[in-house]
């Protein structure tokens, strides 16, 4: 089975960085992926990591360890409108994805 | 291009009715999910077709919840008889096969 963990809570000022940390225990790891989800709203793609290292996308980064089991989502020069919940996922083979139970994320002014 | 469509957008039911959702994929996406949400929760996947055969099934509650997809395009999921813990949102997404999957903005139920 899969498993996931990461804070349940984040809160930073705008134009702050946020780092949100993902460890997971899984069998057949195919790659981690991010999504983010407004009050409401319907999840959406953010990123992913199938190999080692860092991705970068506009403000958003994401980073895969795969022999630690572990990534994070860093959320650069905050803005009110990331203020979301944000979910770590495990694909697995079938693109079948896990996700974790997700890190709420406040930005103050 | 247009997105995942689902509908009802909000439903109210008393426990032990039935209720039906039904979803639209994107144009295309051979591969259709549908996952329950749990107020608080990350999402949880139901069933994943892939065209109109199933992919995954073995987180569905099998006594209460059928879903299928004909012709493989749309899609309904439907809960029968409904209990309180079922209270939650169920999303429906597509995808290409890639490694992003596309959400429609899912369907708020309520079990009374």
């Known amino acids: 089975g899969q498993s996931l963990e990461q804070p349940s809570e984040v809160t930073a000022v705008e134009g702050a960085i946020v780092q949100i940390n993902c460890t997971y225990q899984t069998s057949g790891f195919y790659g981690l992926s991010w999504y983010q989800q407004h009050d409401g709203g319907a999840p959406t793609f953010l990123s992913y990591?199938?190999?080692?290292g860092l991705e970068e996308t506009g403000r958003f980064s994401s980073f895969l360890s795969r022999s630690d089991s572990y990534g994070y989502l860093l959320l650069q020069e905050l803005q009110m409108k990331d203020s979301a919940s944000y979910f770590c996922a495990v694909k697995a083979a079938g693109n079948k994805l896990t996700f974790g139970g997700g890190t709420r994320v406040l930005v103050k002014p | 291009e247009a997105g995942v469509a689902q509908s009802p957008r909000y439903k109210i039911i008393e426990k032990r009715q039935s209720v039906a959702f039904w979803c639209n994929p994107i144009s295309g996406h051979a591969t259709l999910y549908w996952y329950q949400q749990i107020l608080g929760q990350g999402p949880k996947l139901l069933i994943q077709f892939q065209n109109n055969g199933v992919v995954d099934d073995s987180q569905l509650p099998k006594d209460r919840f059928s879903a299928e997809r004909l012709k493989g395009v749309d899609s309904t999921l439907k809960i029968q008889p409904a209990k309180l813990e079922d209270s939650a949102v169920y999303l429906c997404?597509?995808?290409?096969?890639?490694?992003?999957?596309?959400f429609g903005p899912g369907t708020r139920l309520t079990v009374t």
């Open positions: 997404a597509s995808s290409l096969g890639r490694n992003d999957q596309y």
């Open positions: 990591n199938a190999l080692d």
